[in-house]
């Protein structure tokens, strides 16, 4: 977790909070759940009400989840003020981003609300242009193309982080242990811990690092384990195989043994792999341009990328993206 100029809401103060949860469709049930249910319970665990909360959708229309589950709520044009407005997104980010709830977003804002933004939900912040100058992430899977994006947004790769009256989070998970802060902040530790005990929840700590596309992890060989990770944390600039045995403490003979042993591939072999699913990823997911998903990926001639890719997934970028 990153912040920066922690949001009012984030400090001690036993007033409940008026909260607003706008839901969109196609976001994820578990991220909507996510945002919902640690409020139910420290509700329910305070033995009072802490939270209070109200739902509205883009317009009077119920938002569809990813579940076919809906969600009935005032228009968000309707709300005047809030003491916090979650944001949950997921899917259709910039269809859904429509002049008119950018609008009532930077209303909101400037009525004095925090603003929490969950899984797709800092799209709709930064297109509004209310992220400029603030540090936020998204989900991992769009973290390339949202910096690419919204330039002048910092943005790093962590589970939540808190910049002004802003906290974004980058997931289901991640939104569980944003709120859980929030709870703890505000309510106290003792609180939190219980509405986390009743999820059977552990909270990451705040060094974990995000997912990415990897090769089968080898949880029982702890070297192997942080070579899949340097390789996984370093696929835009690829180390030398050298390089990463020197950081592990081995040499790269014995790399390359284990890696033969475990893999049954060369060290080179799985970190290109590695590369080349991300590559595979990022056209799929993303539509950043071919040359920008060819330097994300360690690639710094476009030929050498194409011949790579076509020859790891049979087909080119271009002809791959007209399929989909």
């Known amino acids: 977790m990153s912040k920066s100029a922690e949001p009012n809401i ?30 139910r319970a420290a509700n329910r665990r305070a033995g009072k009400t802490v939270f209070r909360w109200q739902f509205y959708t883009a317009t009077e229309a119920p938002a569809t989840l990813t579940s076919g589950l809906q969600i009935n709520g005032l228009a968000i044009e309707q709300l005047l003020s809030c003491d916090l407005l979650l944001v ?45 100058g603030h540090t936020a992430t998204t989900h991992w899977e769009d973290i390339e193309e949202f910096s690419i994006k919204f330039p002048n947004v910092t943005t790093i790769r962590d589970r939540f982080c808190l910049s002004g009256r802003f906290a974004t989070s980058g997931g289901a998970s991640p939104c569980i242990d944003m709120m859980l802060y929030l709870i703890e902040t505000r309510y106290g530790a003792d609180l939190a811990r219980r509405v986390s005990s009743a999820f059977l929840y552990d909270p990451m700590p705040a060094s974990a690092q995000r997912p990415i596309s990897l090769p089968r992890a080898i949880h029982h060989h702890p070297q192997m384990t942080k070579a899949l990770d340097i390789m996984s944390q370093s696929l835009d600039a690829p180390k030398k195989i050298t390089e990463i045995a020197q950081l592990l403490g081995l040499s790269t003979r014995t790399l390359e043994l284990t890696f033969q042993s475990h893999l049954q591939a060369t060290p080179q072999a799985v970190y290109l792999r590695m590369r080349l699913e991300e590559a595979l990823r990022l056209a799929t997911d993303t539509t950043l341009p071919v040359r920008d998903i060819a330097l994300l990926t360690g690639f710094s001639s476009p030929t050498s990328f194409a011949r790579a890719f076509k020859s790891a997934h049979g087909t080119s970028v271009r002809a791959l993206r007209k399929d989909l």
């Open 88 to 132: 949950v997104a997921g899917f259709r980010l910039k269809e859904q981003a429509t002049p008119r709830l950018l609008a009532s977003l930077r209303r909101l804002y400037a009525s004095g609300a925090t603003i929490a933004a969950i899984d797709g939900g800092p799209w709709f912040l930064a297109q509004a242009g209310l992220l400029d």
């Open 10 to 39: 984030f400090h001690p103060n036993p007033a409940p909070l008026n909260t607003a949860i706008l839901v969109l469709d196609d976001c994820n049930t578990l991220s909507f759940a996510a945002t919902v249910d640690p409020m």
